[in-house]
C-alpha cells in the first residue's frame, strides 16, 4: 500500500512506540500515588512535559494534556458560558470537533457568528473585525486545514482580536509538525494540537493556555470534573505511555522540520505535476501559496471521487476529513470555498509524509492517472 | 521555621494585597496553585491568628535556605536539594511551588529528593523559578 493520507493521521514512529512500549511496562504504577512506583510515574510525565516546554518555548503550566485535539477544542469553547451575552466568532472550515462544539454552545443559548472564507479557504481578517461584538469572548481559526492545506493570516486576525481584547484561540493540529516552533510566538491564546498528526500515538493531544489567558480570566474552567491531575484542571488518570510518547515524536519532527518541510512540498508538487500531464484539466482546491507543504485537495471534473479510491485500492488517499468520512455528505469545507456538491464529490485529498518516497509518489500519480482514464473512457 | 511561617501569616492578614497569590475564603487561607487543585496554606483561629500549615511551612524554609545561599558566594544560580520521605510527598511539593511562584528572585532550582531510607531508593523531581516563576501581568 501506498499511504498518502497524512492529513487523517501519521504513522507511529518506530523510535516513538519503542518508547511508549517500555513506559508502559516501567512506569505503570498510578502517577498520583503517594508511593516511589508512583512518583517515578508522576516524573516521567514531568520530564515529557519538561522536554515539551523546551521545544515548543512555553513554560510547563501552560500546557494542559488531553485525549486529543478534539477534547482540547472542546474545551476551549466550554470556557465560554453559552449565553446571549457571550458571543464566539469561528469560521466555516474548521475541524468538525470545533464547529460541533461551536453548534452545541449555540443550542445552549450562546450567540455564534459562523465567517465564510474565500474561494481558497482563507479568512479574511477584517471580517474578523466586523463580527467582533462588545461580547465576543473567544474567536477560534485554525491554523491551517485539513483538508484542502490553507494556512489562515493568524497574526492579521491576532491584530484585529488583540485590539478588541477577544482571546483567540487556534487548532494547530495540521500545523504544529510544520510551521509552528515556538508556540508563545504564535500569536493565539489558547492553541489545540494532537500527537497522532507527529508520528507519535493516538489518544493524546494538548491544550497550550498562554499566562496572558490564564492571569486574566483569573483561572481556566475545566472540562471534566474529577481528581487532581493537570492542576485539577484536566482530570483523569493521565495517559502515561502516550505522553511520554508524544513528548519523543514532537522532539523528532523538531529535528527534521526544516527539511521536511522541503521534501514534502517537492513530493506534492511531483505528483501534481505527473497528474497535471496526463490530465491537464484537474484542477487544485487548494491554495497554491500559503498551503500545508505536504496537504493537496484536488478535483476531478466528473468524476466520483469513491469509485476513484475503489479502483486504487492499494493507494490510501481520501476523499475529505476522516471524521467527516461515514457523514454520506460532501466536505462542509469543500462546500465552504463554493464549490458545488457534485464538484465536492469529485474531490480528493492527498497527503505526503515522512515515509514517503519519491517512487511511491510516482507510483501513485501514475496509477490514479491511469484510473481516471479508464473511468473517462467507460 | 513554623513561628518564622505564623509571622509571615500575621503580617498578610493585616495587609492581604502583599501577596495576591494567596486568599482568604472562610478560615482557610488558600494558595493558587498550578500543579494542584486546592493548597492550604494556613488557617484562622477563633482568635483571629493565622496557623501555618505544611506548604507554607516548607516555602519559608526554602525562603530561607535560599538566602543563605545568596549570602555565599554562589550567586549566578542556585539549586537546593531537598531530601524527603516519600510519604510528605505533596506538601513540599506544594511548598516548593509555594517559594518558586511567590518569591524566587529568579534563576533559582529545588530538586525534590523522596528518598527510602530502608530500600535506598529515591525519586528525584525537578522545579525550578523558570518552570514556575511569576506571571507575567
Redesign the interface.
Known amino acids: 500500500m501506498i499511504y498518502l493520507d497524512y492529513q487523517a493521521t501519521t504513522p507511529l514512529d518506530d523510535e516513538v512506540a519503542d518508547l511508549v512500549d517500555s513506559a508502559g511496562r516501567r512506569f505503570w504504577a498510578n502517577p498520583s500515588s503517594p508511593h516511589m512506583a508512583g512518583m517515578r510515574s508522576q516524573e516521567a510525565i514531568e520530564g515529557a512535559r519538561r522536554k515539551m516546554v523546551r521545544l515548543l518555548g512555553c513554560r510547563p503550566r501552560e500546557l494542559f494534556f488531553t485525549s486529543g485535539a478534539t477534547e482540547a477544542n472542546n474545551w476551549a469553547i466550554s470556557m465560554v458560558k453559552a449565553s446571549q451575552e457571550h458571543h464566539i466568532i469561528t469560521t466555516a472550515i474548521e475541524h468538525k470537533s470545533m464547529l460541533d462544539a461551536c453548534r452545541a454552545f449555540q443550542r445552549g443559548g450562546g450567540d455564534l457568528t459562523v465567517l465564510p472564507v474565500d474561494n481558497k479557504g482563507f479568512v479574511n481578517p477584517t471580517e474578523v473585525k466586523r463580527a467582533i461584538k462588545p461580547t465576543t469572548r473567544l474567536v477560534s481559526v485554525m491554523a491551517a486545514n485539513n483538508e484542502i492545506g490553507s494556512v489562515q493570516p493568524i497574526t492579521d486576525i491576532a491584530s484585529v482580536t488583540g485590539e478588541a481584547g477577544a482571546p483567540l484561540h487556534s487548532d494547530a493540529t495540521q500545523a504544529i509538525g510544520y510551521l509552528i516552533e515556538d508556540i508563545t510566538q504564535y500569536p493565539a491564546d489558547l492553541v489545540s494540537f494532537s500527537s497522532h498528526k507527529l508520528y507519535g500515538p493516538k489518544g493524546i493531544g494538548a491544550l497550550y493556555i498562554s499566562d496572558k489567558f490564564q492571569t486574566s480570566n483569573k483561572g481556566v474552567p475545566s472540562l471534566l470534573h474529577g481528581g487532581g491531575q493537570e492542576g485539577g484542571k484536566r482530570p483523569g488518570t493521565q495517559n502515561l505511555p502516550a505522553i511520554v510518547g508524544f513528548a519523543k515524536a514532537l522532539e523528532l519532527s523538531r529535528a527534521a522540520l526544516t527539511d521536511e518541510r522541503s521534501r514534502v512540498k517537492q513530493l506534492k508538487s511531483m505528483f501534481l505535476d505527473l497528474l497535471l500531464s496526463h490530465h491537464p484539466d484537474i484542477m487544485t482546491n487548494s491554495p497554491q501559496e500559503l498551503c500545508l507543504p505536504n496537504c493537496l485537495n484536488i478535483r476531478i471534473p466528473g468524476l466520483d471521487a469513491g469509485e476513484l479510491m475503489s479502483a486504487v485500492p492499494h493507494v490510501a488517499i481520501s476523499a475529505g476529513s476522516a471524521c467527516n468520512s461515514n457523514d454520506q455528505q460532501p466536505s462542509h469545507v469543500l462546500m465552504a470555498i463554493g464549490l458545488s456538491a457534485a464538484e465536492a464529490r469529485s474531490s480528493l485529498r492527498i497527503g505526503f509524509g515522512r515515509t514517503t518516497t519519491p517512487e511511491e509518489t510516482r507510483d501513485a500519480a501514475l496509477a490514479i492517472s491511469a484510473a481516471v482514464s479508464l473511468m473517462k473512457a467507460s | 521555621m513554623r513561628n518564622r511561617s505564623a509571622r509571615f501569616l500575621k503580617r498578610w492578614l493585616k495587609d492581604m494585597d502583599s501577596d495576591e497569590s494567596l486568599r482568604l475564603e472562610g478560615t482557610e487561607i488558600l494558595f493558587?496553585?498550578?500543579?494542584?487543585?486546592?493548597v492550604i496554606a494556613g488557617a484562622v483561629n477563633e482568635a483571629g491568628a493565622g496557623i501555618p500549615r505544611c506548604p507554607l511551612i516548607v516555602s519559608e524554609y526554602l525562603d530561607l535556605s535560599f538566602k543563605r545561599l545568596s549570602a555565599s558566594r554562589q550567586r549566578s544560580s542556585r539549586v537546593v536539594f531537598d531530601f524527603n520521605r516519600?510519604?510528605d510527598?505533596?506538601k513540599v511539593i506544594k511548598g516548593t511551588e509555594m517559594y518558586l511562584a511567590r518569591k524566587s528572585q529568579g534563576q533559582e532550582a529545588v530538586v525534590q529528593v523522596?528518598f527510602?531510607a530502608k530500600?535506598h531508593?529515591?525519586?528525584?523531581?525537578p522545579y525550578s523559578s523558570?518552570?514556575?516563576g511569576r506571571?507575567?501581568?
Open positions: 493558587d496553585s498550578d500543579l494542584y487543585p486546592k516519600v510519604a510527598k505533596d523522596f527510602d530500600t531508593d529515591f525519586v528525584s523531581i523558570e518552570d514556575l506571571r507575567a501581568a
